[in-house]
């Protein structure tokens, strides 16, 4: 088997392709690892306690995830608003559009829909928009904001990133996180962009500030809950079909995971949406599902933790009243009719003391209008998620004067290297033309279950650790002329690779891990310097590492960099000349998630790496 005469490759390649692992075995050890690490809410004993706490989460949030690195010069940007044409809406009511800077730079276009006829100062209400590819021209939207016009509301509603006319490549959401690999939160982008819609009604001279509202769907949900939780300025907020729990989300993968937005670096290692939800306590809040969605948040599995958690919040504050649920039955997805007159019953009772506002919509006056018709010019050269992240990029890595030592210890701090331990058990062997072939299940953490095959030619002289991107059997052509060296060889699938990968909506588990405080590329990187050991206290010797493939060369890379010692020899092929490369070649999180490691290119690029893992990596 040693030499390719006495054993093809394709007879290699069949032994390497063997199953170690149950075929839902990597789903389910991602499930019970995510839901099992995200913290659980205590509610304090008093409505004072549970303000203090509740500040202090809300600090946290913005600090430690939303505004970080570059971002913190962003949140502090003066607003920038560009009024452009008014359109006569019908009677009572026109649209004015508008084009505002979420950040230096970067703008969103967006409409105001005004009443013709204001008295005094009005509610104002913030309408997000989610997944619809039509944007703010899809008509419910333009009926829900028409409604809220001819009603005597403020209505602005935004574009959003990736929908709509800002569908370009750029916008989609799968980009944010070469913003984070830059040091800079992305996530930061698509906050900024909601606030600066209240930022634009606070400015209006009609608003009444002390009744500003959102409410979306979907993805318009998602921004519900995540800017109305974070900014007091929202007196009331109403998500449809956006959002549940971190472990709701874990249990329902086919339908609940999100976007990269929806779970960005460290969030859920601070709060769950359950805490976002009781950040709402005692303003006015309504969330509403559908109970035969087709697409996520169903109402069965997704209301539960989330109203038990908000009863008890409104309850402690003595507030109960001021909180809400409703459950839409109508067909699949949506923000029909009846959970339209939901909202605006909650408007009435809110914003009008339970009177003189209409729950039932009028028959427009004329069609919705087009795409056309609702088009805001952008400035040309706009910023997008891809061209800030190159930009970003530009004189990074700032690499610090320190010691190697140090080094390492801040390249472990980046990457969330865990030390873990191994418990090796046999999973079969065989044998193969003077080659032992012995199938290895690695219990590493007490959680992950890393398969393993051990190629042992007679009188093996050193041992290496084989990587690929594709999966330890794509390695075969590489492992053969190692075996025939006299090289023993432990071909390896970590996290996210060959047999280890996730059988539903993989990426999504990844960025959950990286929302939990760790990072896949740290997961990796610990699961084979555990092996390394593992491989050196079995068989006493040379250890090196061969990674095929730029996503496990770089895990190999932090493997050799982070860990003195760990290896004799490091090789890479097909790996990254830099980090940048991930954003010159535009590569996105569902693609590669292990390479968005939050600010590993701001101290660290692929010459650091080498050369804190010595002269022998290459």
């Given at each position: ?6 054993q ?22 991602v499930?019970?690892?995510t ?11 008093t409505?004072a ?8 989460l ?14 913190r010069?962003?949140?502090d ?21 508008l ?12 409409l ?18 989610g ?28 574009e ?14 799968t ?40 409410t ?15 900014d ?26 999100g ?38 948040f169903?109402?069965?599995?997704a ?6 958690t908000?009863?008890a919040?409104?309850?402690l ?13 109508g067909?699949?997805?949506n ?31 004329s ?7 609702l ?7 706009n ?11 530009e ?6 004067k ?9 390249l472990?701090?980046?990457?969330r ?46 041992s290496?650790i084989?990587l690929?991107?594709?999966g ?43 929302s939990?405080?760790?990072r896949?590329l ?9 092996a390394?050991?593992?491989l050196r ?18 895990a ?12 004799d020899g ?10 940048k ?5 535009d590569l996105?999180v ?6 968005f490691?939050f600010?590993l ?18």
């Amino acid at each position: 088997m040693a030499a390719s005469a006495a054993q093809p490759q394709d007879s290699l390649r069949e032994v390497l392709a063997k199953s170690v692992l149950d075929s839902k075995q990597p789903l389910v050890e991602v499930q019970v690892y995510t839901a099992s690490r995200v913290p659980a809410l205590q509610l304090p004993r008093t409505a004072a306690e549970w303000r203090t706490y509740a500040s202090e989460l809300r600090r946290r949030v913005l600090d430690e995830v939303v505004f970080r690195g570059e971002a913190r010069q962003w949140r502090d940007a003066p607003l920038r608003v560009e009024w452009l044409e008014t359109i006569r809406g019908g009677s009572d009511y026109e649209i004015r559009k508008l084009r505002v800077e979420a950040l230096p730079g970067f703008w969103v276009a967006g409409l105001l829909y005004r009443p013709l006829a204001l008295r005094g100062k009005v509610p104002a209400i913030l309408n997000v928009n989610g997944h619809e590819k039509d944007g703010k021209s899809t008509p419910y939207i333009q009926e829900r904001c028409i409604h809220l016009a001819r009603s005597g509301v403020l209505a602005l509603n935004l574009e959003w990133l990736g929908k709509g006319q800002m569908s370009a490549p750029g916008y989609e959401h799968t980009r944010m996180p070469q913003i984070d690999l830059t040091g800079a939160s992305g996530v930061a982008v698509f906050y900024l962009a909601m606030r600066r819609g209240l930022d634009v009604l606070e400015s209006l001279p009609e608003t009444d500030r002390t009744r500003i509202g959102v409410t979306g769907l979907s993805g318009g949900g998602w921004q519900t809950i995540f800017l109305s939780s974070l900014d007091e300025r929202v007196a009331l907020a109403n998500p449809v079909a956006g959002y549940s729990s971190f472990v709701t989300r874990a249990q329902w993968p086919d339908l609940d995971l999100g976007d990269a937005e929806q779970a960005p670096s460290d969030l859920a290692a601070i709060a769950d949406y359950t805490h976002l939800t009781a950040l709402l306590a005692p303003r006015w809040f309504q969330i509403a599902n559908n109970a035969k969605d087709s697409c996520c948040f169903r109402a069965d599995y997704a209301l539960g933790p989330l109203v038990a958690t908000g009863e008890a919040a409104y309850r402690l504050l003595g507030a109960p009243s001021h909180f809400r649920y409703h459950v839409n039955y109508g067909n699949g997805h949506n923000y029909d009719a009846d959970n339209r007159e939901a909202f605006y019953l909650l408007v009435r009772d809110a914003f009008y003391g339970g009177k003189d506002f209409p729950v039932k919509e009028k028959p427009l006056e004329s069609p919705v209008r087009s795409a056309e018709e609702l088009s805001v010019e952008l400035p040309a050269g706009n910023l997008d998620l891809h061209s800030l992240a190159l930009r970003l990029a530009e004189g990074l890595p700032r690499v610090p004067k320190l010691a190697p030592g140090e080094m390492r210890k801040r390249l472990r701090a980046l990457a969330r290297v865990p030390d873990y331990s191994v418990d090796a058990r046999p999973a079969g062997d065989t044998s193969a033309a003077g080659v032992a072939v012995r199938y290895w299940q690695l219990k590493m953490g007490g959680a992950w279950t890393v398969p393993a095959v051990e190629l042992a030619p007679a009188n093996a002289r050193a041992s290496a650790i084989v990587l690929a991107d594709e999966g330890r059997a794509a390695a075969a052509a590489r492992i053969a002329p190692l075996l025939q060296a006299g090289t023993r060889v432990l071909a390896l699938d970590p996290f996210y690779v060959g047999e280890s990968k996730i059988a539903a909506r993989d990426w999504l588990f990844a960025i959950q891990i990286a929302s939990l405080g760790e990072r896949p590329l740290g997961v990796q990187t610990a699961q084979v310097l555990a092996a390394a050991r593992w491989l050196r206290r079995e068989h006493p010797g040379r250890v090196s590492l061969l990674a095929l493939g730029p996503r496990t060369s770089l895990a190999a890379l932090v493997a050799g960099a982070v860990e003195e010692g760990a290896l004799d020899g490091l090789e890479t092929e097909g790996a990254f000349a830099s980090l940048k490369d991930v954003l010159a070649r535009d590569l996105t999180v569902d693609r590669a998630p292990e390479l968005f490691c939050f600010g590993l290119l701001e101290s660290f690029d692929v010459p650091q790496l080498k050369a804190l893992a010595g002269a022998g990596a290459r």
